[in-house]
């Protein structure tokens, strides 16, 4: 069956890196889009970033373009989100997400999650 | 970018009534390119709708989708206990895929 499980979540600085891990079983990785999705405490979900099927076209959120990076090992169908210059307000629960749905960029599967806590 | 609106914020009603909830975009949503989301309290997101008005898999059918355009509805026949939650909407036409900011089915 198709799992998620993000990890690298953790307390950090604002201004400091950290970078988040999806690991992914249960399907073939490299022929499917995914994404970062995150929900901030009290708020709704926010798309954070995507990176289409083909590893070619990656899109971001207005919150995080040009501090956040998304990318993806194949050989170990491993997604990643690499968070740079971290402010307060990235404070999240962090999902990573399969966009299942044939030829779309549509969500079917989520992880359970992985917690940033940007604070000094 | 599409921006979506959801409402009520908050809607509380009672076992066994129905739910109507709605989600407004800025812009058409072409193709119907519209999921709705649940999430309960702890756990994460769950697709129940795609394509406006496609049941995911292992939804009950109790849960249907309608609309097209700009207007959608998220209808829940009749609730149970466990539909009691978060539901969110997004649309997946092109980025920034952006999210409905939730409506809030309590129970009253």
């Known amino acids: 069956q198709v799992q998620l499980v993000e990890s690298g979540g953790g307390v950090v600085q604002p201004g400091r890196s950290l970078r988040l891990s999806c690991k992914t079983s249960?399907?073939?990785?490299?022929?499917?889009?995914m994404y970062w999705v995150r929900r901030a405490p009290g708020k709704g979900l926010e798309w954070v970033a995507i990176i289409h099927f083909e590893g070619k076209n990656m899109y971001y959120g207005d919150a995080v373009k040009g501090r956040f990076t998304i990318s993806r090992d194949i050989s170990k169908s491993t997604l990643y989100l690499q968070m740079d210059r971290l402010r307060a307000d990235d404070t999240a629960l962090y999902y990573c997400?399969?966009?299942?749905?044939?030829?779309?960029?549509?969500?079917?599967?989520w992880g359970q999650g992985t917690l940033v806590t940007v604070s000094s | 970018e599409i921006v979506l609106a959801q409402s009520p914020g908050t809607l509380s009603l009672s076992p066994g009534e129905r739910a109507t909830l709605s989600c407004r975009a800025s812009q058409s949503v072409r193709s119907n390119y519209l999921a709705w989301y649940q999430q309960r309290l702890g756990q994460a997101p769950r697709l129940l709708i795609y394509g406006a008005s496609i049941r995911a898999t292992g939804i009950p059918d109790r849960f249907s989708g309608s609309g097209s355009g700009t207007d959608f509805t998220l209808t829940i026949s009749r609730l149970e206990p466990e539909d009691f939650a978060v539901y969110f909407c997004q649309h997946y036409v092109s980025a920034p895929y952006t999210f409905g900011q939730g409506t809030k089915l309590e129970i009253k």
């Open positions: 997400a399969r966009a299942g749905i044939p030829g779309t960029a549509c969500i079917d599967y």
């Open positions: 249960g399907f073939t990785f490299r022929d499917y889009g």
